[in-house]
């Protein structure tokens, strides 16, 4: 069984940054692709970005590009989220996510297969 467990979250003024970690247990964690998605209050759950097995591919969310930066460490077997120049509309809860078995980069929550339990994130005005 996988277990994927975000940390970083929390409250920042529009603007500020927030970096956003998500640790998995077990062996195979580099030969998976990893996602970071977002859901807020009454919304469907949203892409927000990709990386791939060895992070030599990364997709992003149009609205986050160049704000927003995904990375890992496998070694580590932890994922990143660099979010800066955060805005209102940025406000969630950030999850992430392990995509299928030999699949790469995605954006459909339905390629990935096991999820953490999410960080809130709140921007303040």
């Known amino acids: 069984q996988v277990q994927l467990v975000e940390s970083g979250g929390g409250l920042v003024q529009a603007g500020g940054s927030l970096r956003l970690s998500c640790t998995a247990s077990?062996?195979?964690?580099?030969?998976?692709?990893m996602g970071w998605f977002r859901q807020a209050p009454g919304k469907e759950r949203e892409f927000v970005a990709a990386?791939?097995?060895?992070?030599?591919?990364?997709t992003y969310l149009d609205s986050v590009k160049g704000r927003f930066t995904i990375s890992r460490d496998n070694a580590k077997n932890t994922v990143f989220l660099q979010m800066n120049n955060l805005k209102i509309e940025d406000m969630a809860v950030y999850l992430c996510?392990?995509?299928?078995?030999?699949?790469?980069?995605?954006?459909?929550?339905?390629?990935?297969?096991?999820w953490g339990q999410g960080t809130q994130v709140t921007v303040s005005s």
């Open positions: 077990g062996r195979t964690f580099s030969d998976y692709a």
């Open positions: 990386i791939s097995w060895g992070g030599g591919t990364k």
């Open positions: 996510a392990r995509a299928r078995q030999g699949y790469g980069v995605r954006r459909a929550p339905t390629d990935y297969d096991y």
